[in-house]
T-cell receptor, first 113, second 113 residues
Framework: DAGITQSPRHKVTETGTPVTLRCHQTENHRYMYWYRQDPGHGLRLIHYSYGVKDTDKGEVSDGYSVSRSKTEDFLLTLESATSSQTSVYFC????????????FGPGTRLTVL | QKEVEQNSGPLSVPEGAIASLNCTYSDRGSQSFFWYRQYSGKSPELIMSIYSNGDKEDGRFTAQLNKASQYVSLLIRDSQPSDSATYLCAVTLRRSGYSTLTFGKGTMLLVSP
């Protein structure tokens, strides 16, 4: 998994609770991404980061926030989880943005009851 | 028109045959093109990248890019049952400043023994 870990790997939570997912990389790649994957929708970009403290929104950013205080860590927070946020979340890293390959972490399966 | 389109499949081929997977994209200014393989319950794994028109071969895999026609394809020669997976096409789009990838929804490939 190219030196990428995600935690937790599985989580069940209740509607309205805050949830934070962590992505950690040991590759020193500049770009980091958060995706969600749902049947019928494929992989959709939530947020991405192009450096420490530099982030931008993706296609489906509503209800999510991110933070990157260190090169190696990229956090995704669901401020108040909803059932529509039940999904598999993948983190990815890239050395130089869209020109270069992205490598994916193992994923986090999140269930919001 | 969707930005990156793939036939959802499933594409069924017998063992030993050539599997042909196709992808079309809407942005003529797209620069980078990638194929990922995703086994059920696993994260996407990069198998091919291609940046210029023509063919690129890597073992049993060949990626073909035709920018004028805006399509990219993946050929898998001597298909094996272990190739059964969903194949994702990903493209960097000009509208994103080439910072992010846009994924198709994937084509499921089934290789029968």
């Amino acid at each position: 998994d190219a030196g990428i870990t995600q935690s937790p790997r599985h989580k069940v939570t209740e509607t309205g609770t805050p949830v934070t997912l962590r992505c950690h990389q040991t590759e020193n790649h500049r770009y980091m991404y958060w995706y969600r994957q749902d049947p019928g929708h494929g992989l959709r970009l939530i947020h991405y980061s192009y450096g420490v403290k530099d982030t931008d929104k993706g296609e489906v950013s509503d209800g999510y926030s991110v933070s990157r205080s260190k090169t190696e860590d990229f956090l995704l927070t669901l401020e108040s989880a909803t059932s529509s946020q039940t999904s598999v979340y993948f983190c990815a890293i890239s050395l130089a943005g869209g020109y270069n390959e992205q490598f994916f972490g193992p994923g986090t399966r999140l269930t919001v009851l | 028109q969707k930005e990156v389109e793939q036939n959802s499949g499933p594409l069924s081929v017998p063992e030993g045959a050539i599997a042909s997977l196709n992808c079309t994209y809407s942005d003529r200014g797209s620069q980078s093109f990638f194929w990922y393989r995703q086994y059920s319950g696993k994260s996407p794994e990069l198998i091919m990248s291609i940046y210029s028109n023509g063919d690129k071969e890597d073992g049993r895999f060949t990626a073909q890019l035709n920018k004028a026609s805006q399509y990219v394809s993946l050929l898998i020669r001597d298909s094996q049952p272990s190739d059964s997976a969903t194949y994702l096409c990903a493209v960097t789009l000009r509208r994103s400043g080439y910072s992010t990838l846009t994924f198709g929804k994937g084509t499921m490939l089934l290789v029968s023994p």
